[in-house]
Each structure stands twice: as C-alpha cells, then as structure tokens.
Nanobody
Framework: QVQLVESGGGLVQPGDSLRLTCAAS????????MGWFRQPPGKEREFVAA????????DYADSVKGRFTISRDNAKNTGYLQMKGLKPEDTDVYYC?????????????????WGQGTQVTVSS
C-alpha cells in the first residue's frame, strides 16, 4: 500500500505561485508514475500533469502548460507541482496519484493510489 499526502495549497491572488507537495509513505514510489489532478465542483477529476518514474517523461494539460512544472525526488519519496501565474480558473482541489506504468496517464481511473487533496483558491 502507498499512502499519499498532499500539502501546500492555500489562498493566493492571481499571478501568484504555489508549490504543492505529495509525500508518499508505506512503499517507495520510485518505480511509479505520479500524476496530479484537480476536481471542479460537480465534475470529474481532470488531468493536470504526470511524470514518469525517473523524471524524464512529463506531460501537461494544455491549460497549465508553461505555467506548471511537475517534478519528483525519489530519494525523498516525494513529488511536487510548482504552479506559477495562477489564475482564478485554477481554483480547485488538487490531488496526487500514482500508478505503475507510464500509460493512460491522463485518465484518473487508471491510477491506483490517491491522496486526500489540497485546496487551491486563486482570488483577488
């Protein structure tokens, strides 16, 4: 079993930055793909970004490309989502998740382990 805990969310103004952290425990995630998703109220979770086990492969939703950066530190069993140029439409609960293979990475149903989420609110 893998336990994931997100942190780093909060209330910020448009244009600000935040770094979300996903801390894993229970098992090393060094062989896992990690993804970040967000969930608008009343809607399904939507893909934000994903990173392969060694950090070389990454993918981003068009809406965040160029503003968000996903990374990981396998030695710390931790993943990150650096968010810059935040917009009000980025307001959501953000979740990290892991799966083994770097395939179907944009589909939340393919992920095995999930964190509890962290709220990001962008408002002036």
């Amino acid at each position: 079993q893998v336990q994931l805990v997100e942190s780093g969310g909060g209330l910020v103004q448009p244009g600000d930055s935040l770094r979300l952290t996903c801390a894993a425990s229970g098992r090393t995630i060094s062989v896992y793909t990690m993804g970040w998703f967000r969930q608008p109220p009343g809607k399904e979770r939507e893909f934000v970004a994903a990173i392969g086990w060694n950090g070389y492969l990454t993918d981003y939703a068009d809406s965040v490309k160029g503003r968000f950066t996903i990374s990981r530190d396998n030695a710390k069993n931790t993943g990150y989502l650096q968010m810059k140029g935040l917009k009000p439409e980025d307001t959501d609960v953000y979740y990290c998740a892991t799966k083994l293979a770097y395939s179907d990475i944009r589909y939340y149903t393919r992920y095995t382990y999930w964190g509890q989420g962290t709220q990001v609110t962008v408002s002036s």
